[in-house]
């Protein structure tokens, strides 16, 4: 599978974004999808994700009431809409897939077999 995100950019305090990750190759509906932040000096941390089919989604206490993930299997890509922005969620942004197993909500890297390229997102004050 082949990721790439899209949608980064700059963006003031209080306002949305809304994240792409566009995949190809391997059938996209077999894979549960995640989203992943990293910010300078810091390690890469879990953001959302969800199930194959869509049916079930995870958040980051950070992000939860805040951002939405969502997917389109017919177009075989996964969004996150990111409102009320601050500015500690300023980080570069990764999608990956990955197949989550029974009981997996999908929050740990070593569930993801494919990454994307990331995109920056820059929350200004």
């Known amino acids: 599978v082949q990721l790439q995100a899209s949608g980064g950019g700059l963006v003031q305090a209080g306002g949305s974004l809304r994240l792409s990750c566009a995949a190809s190759g391997r059938t996209f509906t077999y894979y549960g999808m995640g989203w992943f932040r990293q910010a300078p000096g810091k390690e890469r941390e879990f953001v959302a994700s969800?199930?194959?089919?869509?049916?079930?989604?995870y958040y980051a206490d950070l992000v939860q009431g805040r951002f939405t993930i969502s997917r389109d299997n017919a177009n075989n890509t996964v969004y996150l809409q990111m409102n009320s922005l601050k500015p500690e969620d300023t980080a570069v942004y990764y999608c990956?897939?990955?197949?989550?197993?029974?009981?997996?909500?999908?929050?740990?890297?070593?569930?993801?077999?494919?990454w994307g390229q990331g995109t920056q997102v820059t929350v200004s004050s």
């Open positions: 990956a897939a990955g197949t989550f197993y029974a009981g997996s909500s999908g929050k740990f890297e070593y569930e993801y077999a494919y």
């Open positions: 969800i199930t194959w089919s869509g049916g079930s989604a």
